[in-house]
């Protein structure tokens, strides 16, 4: 059964997970008065969820998986599948699928890391992955190490990431490499029953190629690319699950490109910093409710034949209420947005500012499973959006 849900698994992700991706503008979603409540808050999982993920993530095979509607015409797709399978009592078969497609960022984040582990010394392990590509020249790699206590619920997870690192030899421009794409990534938990931290991220130096022939590389000279990620949670426990939760999260992204025809060149840069503080409290048997906010900065800045500089401010209160029977829940949350952004520029187009505040409601259903796996559906609704409902689906599978 086991080796059944790894291959269906691997058919989901290969097939219709792999499908065309959202086309990006660098300054989509400026103007968007939802852009975080909608995934950030509204489609948030359930701090229990997550809880619960960030404990078992390398203890057991498990996927985390959620959809929801941001626009008419797109759908946020979170997804994030963990393959350990021990094969003997030194090798493990490791993967790790990842798909972020939101408006909020400049590049849809999707990678498959597959590889093996092998145990050097009691809990010390040593891994290696690479990312299978049909064009050879964005293969990427990870060389890491490895530290878990017995349980595996506290870890440190450190590897070199080589983004591109055969780019020099199996392009087909004639790109030449000035800088290679290197990057830690890091996985981290560690605590006990009154508290514990767990992080994540990727930090690079970004890469930096050089195309000499203009006809080969269709008029481009040069390309700078920089993209980091991090999380970081901390938690202070009252009871099991009645807790305090302070989590930052940073996004960073910058390209310049040089053409030949200088008029085409451009240079973007957006920064995204977040702050939440949530508390989580079990009023009885029955009933639990938690309070979130969250506070986000972004910067953008653009020069070249777009010229802009944005910035947004936004605080993002929430109030959810659960009532648990058996297996079943019932979660009814309002969420809401204040935010403020302004954009100077040259242009009239990217020349704007505003100050408001928007609304959610959510009205969500959940069950668990008999091995810990859920599912939730919900529903929410704009207040100040004649005819808007939103559909959004949760999967925590551990298999």
């Known amino acids: 059964m086991q080796r059944l849900l790894i291959i269906i698994m691997f058919t989901f992700i290969f097939s219709g997970s792999n499908a065309q991706s959202i086309k990006w503008t660098y300054d989509q979603g400026f103007k968007d008065d939802l852009l975080y409540l909608h995934v950030l808050e509204n489609y948030s999982y359930h701090p229990l969820w997550s809880l619960e993920w960030e404990k078992f993530r390398f203890k057991t095979n498990n996927a985390l998986l959620n959809?929801?509607?941001?626009?008419?015409?797109?759908?946020l797709n979170d997804i994030r599948i963990l393959i350990n399978q021990p094969m003997d009592s030194t090798w493990t078969f490791i993967a790790d699928y990842q798909k972020y497609s939101t408006h909020f960022i400049n590049q849809e984040m999707k990678a498959l890391f597959m590889g093996l582990e092998g145990?050097?010394?009691r809990e010390f392990n040593v891994f290696l992955q690479f990312k299978p590509e049909f064009n050879k020249e964005f293969i990427d790699a990870r060389m890491g190490i490895a530290f878990s206590d017995k349980?595996?619920?506290?870890?440190?997870?450190?590897?070199?990431?080589?983004d591109q690192f055969v780019y020099e030899e199996k392009n087909d421009y004639e790109g030449k490499v000035d800088q290679y794409d290197y990057g830690l990534?890091?996985?981290?938990?560690?605590?006990?029953?009154?508290?514990?931290i767990f992080s994540e991220g990727l930090q690079t130096t970004g890469f930096d190629y050089i195309y000499p022939d203009s006809q080969k590389s269709a008029g481009l000279s040069r390309h700078k690319n920089k993209n980091d990620h991090g999380i970081v949670r901390l938690y202070y426990f009252i009871n099991k699950e009645s807790f305090i939760r302070l989590e930052a999260v940073r996004y960073y992204f910058s390209e310049r490109k040089l053409f030949f025809a200088d008029a085409y060149s451009y240079r973007v840069e957006n920064s995204i910093y977040s702050l939440q503080l949530l508390y989580n409290y079990i009023l009885g048997k029955n009933w639990s409710i938690r309070f979130s906010g969250r506070y986000l900065k972004q910067n953008s800045d653009a020069s070249g034949f777009v010229n802009y500089s944005y910035n947004r401010d936004?605080?993002?209160?929430?109030?959810?209420?659960?009532?648990?029977?058996?297996?079943?829940n019932i979660e009814v949350g309002l969420v809401?947005?204040?935010?403020?952004?302004?954009?100077?520029?040259?242009?009239?187009?990217?020349?704007?500012?505003?100050?408001?505040?928007?609304?959610?409601?959510?009205?969500?259903?959940?069950?668990?499973?008999e091995?810990?796996?859920?599912?939730?559906?919900?529903?929410?609704?704009?207040f100040s959006v004649f005819g808007f409902g939103g559909f959004n689906l949760h999967y925590l599978v551990f298999f």
């Open 67 to 75: 959809f929801g509607s941001v626009e008419i015409h797109d759908l």
């Open 119 to 121: 145990n050097v010394y």
């Open 151 to 162: 349980s595996k619920l506290n870890y440190c997870r450190l590897a070199l990431q080589a």
């Open 185 to 196: 990534y890091w996985n981290f938990r560690y605590g006990n029953d009154k508290w514990n």
């Open 314 to 328: 936004e605080f993002l209160p929430g109030i959810w209420i659960d009532y648990n029977k058996s297996r079943h």
């Open 336 to 369: 809401e947005s204040f935010y403020g952004w302004k954009s100077k520029s040259i242009s009239d187009q990217y020349r704007f500012s505003q100050q408001s505040n928007i609304e959610k409601v959510k009205l969500g259903w959940s069950y668990q499973f």
């Open 371 to 382: 091995n810990n796996s859920r599912l939730q559906l919900s529903l929410s609704h704009v």
